[in-house]
C-alpha cells in the first residue's frame, strides 16, 4: 500500500537523503523522483538538511515508515516552504551556491577570544548573513576559562559590544563545564545551527552538549568543502535531552551576501533602530547631516567596533560591486 506524510531532512547525502517525522527520531531513506518543484534558484542542491518535505511510500498493508528501506526508499514528492535558509558560497563572484540548512531556529556563531582570536569584523559579517536570511543568532564566548581569570575587561568589552548590539552571548567553557547546561536547554526543540572558525572549541562543545554524539561530530573535513562534491556534508543530530544540531563544518564562502549600500545598515539591528531619525532616508550614515546613527556612535550608544564594521562592509561592497 502506499503511505504518505510530511517529515523534515535529517540527511543529505547527495542522491538520497534520510527523513524523519520531527520530533520523532526514527530516519528513513528517501530520494528524489520525478518532477519536484525546485525552488533554491541556482543552488547545488534543491533539496536542504531542515527541509520539510511530502513524502510517499510504497510500503506492505499494515506496515509505515519503519518498513522503508535503502532498496525501496521513500519518494519526495514536493518541498514544503521554507521559514528561512542559509547559503554557502564558493567565491564572491561565483554564482554557484549551496544551501546549507534550511527552517533552522536558532544559529549559534561560536567565538574564542583567543587562539583563534575572533576577528569582529568577520563575526560581523555573519550576523548580518544571519540578519538577511531571517536565521535568529546567538553568540556562543567559548574558552572563558582561559581569559576569565587574565583578560576580564576583554571579555567584558566583548559583552559590551554584542549584547549592546541586542545579540545574546552565552560564555562558555568545556574546561570548567560553565554555560554548557544553559546551551543544552537552550537547544531543546529547536534546529540548531552551530558554526565557527576552526579551532575555537565548536566540536568539543556539541559533545558536551551530548557526549553520545561524540564519535559523529568533527569528523568532516573543510577540504572536501573546496572540492565538487559538497552535497554530501550535511546531517542533522538529535541531542538527548531533545533538540536538532546541524555542524557546519569551517566557514569559508559563508557570510558573503550581496546587499547594497543603503541596505548593509538594515542588517545591523542597533543601526536600523537608530536610523529611523536620520534626516535623510536612504541614508548611508557616514556623510549625512543630521544622522542619527552617527550621532549614537559618537555619544557611545552604537559601540564604535560594530560602526567600523559596518564602514568596512561599504567599502568592500563597492569593491566587490565593481
Ligand atoms: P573546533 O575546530 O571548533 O571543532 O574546535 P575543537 O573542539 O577541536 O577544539 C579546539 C581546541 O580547543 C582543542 O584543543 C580543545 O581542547 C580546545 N578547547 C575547546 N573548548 C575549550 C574550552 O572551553 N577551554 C579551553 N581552554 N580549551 C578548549
Ligand atoms: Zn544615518
Not at 502506499?2 to 538520497?16: L, M, P, Q, R, Y
Not at 552571548?169 to 558554526?195: A, H, K, M, N, Y
Amino acid at each position: 500500500m502506499t503511505i504518505t506524510g510530511e517529515a523534515t531532512v535529517v540527511k543529505n547525502a547527495g542522491s538520497h537523503f534520510l527523513l524523519s517525522r520531527l520530533p520523532e527520531w526514527a530516519p528513513f531513506p528517501a530520494v528524489l523522483k520525478g518532477r519536484v518543484r525546485l525552488r533554491a534558484g541556482d543552488s547545488t542542491n534543491p533539496v536542504a538538511v531542515g527541509d520539510r518535505v511530502r513524502y510517499q511510500a510504497e510500503v506492505q498493508d499494515g506496515a509505515d515508515t519503519e518498513s522503508i528501506s535503502l532498496e525501496n526508499p521513500a519518494s519526495i514528492s514536493e518541498i514544503l516552504d521554507r521559514k528561512n535558509h542559509i547559503i554557502r558560497r564558493s567565491t564572491n563572484l561565483s554564482r554557484q551556491s549551496h544551501v546549507i540548512a534550511a527552517n533552522v531556529d536558532m544559529a549559534y556563531i561560536v567565538v574564542s577570544l583567543y587562539f583563534p582570536e575572533v576577528k569582529l569584523p568577520f563575526l560581523d559579517r555573519l550576523l548580518v548573513t544571519c540578519e538577511v536570511y531571517g536565521v535568529p543568532a546567538t553568540i556562543v564566548l567559548n574558552k572563558v576559562d582561559v581569559y576569565a581569570g587574565q583578560a576580564p575587561e576583554y571579555m567584558a568589552d566583548f559583552h559590551r559590544i554584542y549584547t549592546g548590539a541586542g545579540y545574546r552571548v552565552i560564555d562558555t567553557s568545556v574546561v570548567t563545564g560553565q554555560g554548557i547546561d544553559v546551551l543544552r536547554e537552550d537547544c531543546r526543540g529547536r534546529v540548531c545551527l552551530f558554526s565557527g572558525e576552526s579551532g575555537v572549541g565548536k566540536s568539543s562543545l556539541i559533545k558536551a552538549v551530548d557526549p553520545s554524539l561524540s564519535p559523529k561530530i568533527g569528523k568532516i573535513s573543510t577540504a572536501h568543502l573546496q572540492g565538487k562534491h559538497t552535497t554530501s556534508l550535511y546531517e542533522m543530530y538529535r541531542i538527548a535531552t531533545g533538540g536538532y544540531i546541524i555542524d557546519t563544518p569551517g566557514l569559508r564562502g559563508f557570510g558573503l551576501v550581496d546587499l547594497k549600500k543603503e541596505e548593509i545598515g538594515l542588517y545591523f539591528p542597533e543601526m536600523l533602530k537608530a536610523s529611523q531619525d536620520c534626516r535623510f532616508t536612504p541614508c548611508t550614515h557616514t556623510h549625512e547631516p543630521g544622522c542619527a546613527v552617527k550621532e549614537a556612535v559618537e555619544q557611545g550608544l552604537i559601540s564604535a567596533e560594530r560602526y567600523s564594521s559596518y564602514l568596512g562592509m561599504l567599502e568592500e561592497d563597492g569593491k566587490f560591486r565593481q
